[in-house]
């Protein structure tokens, strides 16, 4: 089949066997919480995937990754949702290298050499805040810092060796320093309590990661050398960016298993499965439009914008095929198997991550009006 080979071919060119291996395993084993998607991810070297090939990684750009997300979201959405989280660490503490003093990329080289699974502390989606706005209160005790705080819900909270959070590190006077921190799994303080209630997407492990006064060792600390200024913005819509087209490749993966599922069957009106393609095609070809414009240049306001409107506009086309595709297909398949019902619930999580279509709207509108864009 055509369909998805292009990004079969990429996720085995940059992860070999990884396909293969998904494949294999029903998709509600690999979705439960004793699933081994993200084992077999971090085996095949997932973690090292955007980290640099000159510091030990797969040096995947934008544009690669998003269609490894894609395939990986046609075979387990939740690992897809899962390791965006981690890549979108990985981007931002890259980006925050390209200003530090070398010790980040130790740090991204060690992820790539030793397999490391970063969880996503940052505070992307808090109302009024940006994505990378801290959520956690640091104090300073002597030549240490101290951590506090909690993140809900945190993918990969039980399957981490890191926890990637920023926060505003106290300097003279009132100033404040925006800082990144790199907080072993292990550490004291760190741990772990239940939070996802719901089976979709449980294989994401999006629990909550609470830091009770957690001691940030100085070579995981990663100081800007900026507040909340210019350069803080910067870095925070390159995350974000990042964040949007990873997350809405991964979820036109899921729906793209459900288009898969409905062109196999030759008894579905070949109009029907055409207008499914074309709707997650169309989705795909804008989220790689944007992909490949950014290229490896630092991502500004519109790149932002038309991250969103990728976003947003995938959101629509999914809601459309997932209505197509069920109805195609139609009721003793729904009955006969858990897996439409289990991608139909999944695909829907789009919608859930920040930011919602509505707290934009007004924004995005300011912004093609010729105003500034202020994400709420």
């Known amino acids: 089949m055509v369909f998805l080979r292009r990004e079969r071919e990429c996720l085995e060119g940059f992860l070999p066997g990884l396909d293969k291996e998904l494949a294999a395993v029903p998709l509600l084993d690999l979705e439960s919480t004793e699933g081994t998607a993200l084992k077999a991810f971090t085996l095949a070297g997932g973690p090292g995937l955007l980290v640099p090939a000159e510091h030990g990684g797969a040096g995947a750009d934008l544009l690669s990754a998003v269609r490894v997300q894609r395939a990986l979201g046609s075979r387990s959405p939740a690992l897809a949702v899962a390791t965006t989280m981690h890549h979108f660490s990985t981007a931002t503490l890259a980006e925050a290298a390209t200003d530090g003093g070398g010790m980040e990329w130790l740090l991204l080289a060690a992820i790539a050499e030793d397999n490391l699974l970063l969880a996503s502390g940052f505070a992307e989606g808090r109302t009024g805040q940006g994505i990378?706005?801290?959520?956690?209160?640091?104090?300073?005790?002597?030549?240490?810092?101290?951590?506090?705080?909690?993140?809900?819900?945190?993918?990969?909270?039980?399957?981490?060796?890191?926890?990637?959070?920023?926060?505003?590190?106290?300097?003279?006077?009132?100033?404040?320093?925006?800082?990144?921190?790199?907080?072993?799994?292990?550490?004291?303080?760190?741990?772990?309590?239940?939070?996802w209630r719901t089976p979709v997407l449980a294989a994401?492990?999006?629990?909550?990661?609470?830091?009770?006064?957690?001691?940030?060792?100085?070579?995981?600390?990663v100081r800007t050398g900026v507040s909340d200024g210019e350069q803080a913005d910067r870095l925070g819509t390159v995350g974000f960016v990042w964040f949007e087209l990873l997350m809405t490749a991964s979820y036109l993966g899921a729906a793209s298993a459900m288009v898969e599922r409905t062109l196999a069957d030759t008894r579905v009106d070949a109009a029907v499965r055409g207008e499914a393609v074309i709707a997650v095609e169309a989705a795909m070809?804008?989220?790689?439009?944007?992909?490949?414009?950014?290229?490896?240049?630092?991502?500004?306001?519109?790149?932002?914008?038309?991250?969103?409107?990728?976003?947003?506009?995938?959101?629509?086309?999914?809601?459309?095929?997932?209505?197509?595709?069920?109805?195609?297909?139609g009721g003793m398949a729904f009955i006969a198997s858990g897996e439409l019902a289990y991608l139909q619930s999944a695909c829907r999580a789009l919608a859930f991550h920040p930011p919602s279509k509505a707290r934009t709207a007004a924004p995005l509108t300011d912004y093609f009006g010729g105003r500034p864009l202020l994400i709420p």
């Open 204 to 221: 994401a492990e999006s629990e909550e990661v609470v830091l009770d006064d957690v001691e940030v060792p100085a070579e995981l600390l």
């Open 285 to 329: 070809l804008s989220v790689e439009g944007v992909a490949s414009a950014i290229g490896g240049l630092p991502p500004g306001e519109e790149a932002l914008a038309r991250s969103l409107i990728c976003r947003y506009a995938a959101q629509d086309a999914i809601s459309r095929t997932l209505a197509l595709c069920m109805e195609a297909l």
């Open 132 to 195: 990378l706005r801290p959520a956690l209160t640091a104090r300073i005790d002597g030549d240490k810092v101290r951590l506090s705080g909690s993140k809900k819900p945190c993918s990969l909270a039980r399957s981490m060796k890191l926890l990637t959070v920023s926060f505003m590190l106290p300097g003279p006077g009132d100033s404040r320093e925006l800082a990144i921190a790199l907080v072993p799994a292990e550490a004291p303080g760190v741990s772990v309590r239940p939070f």
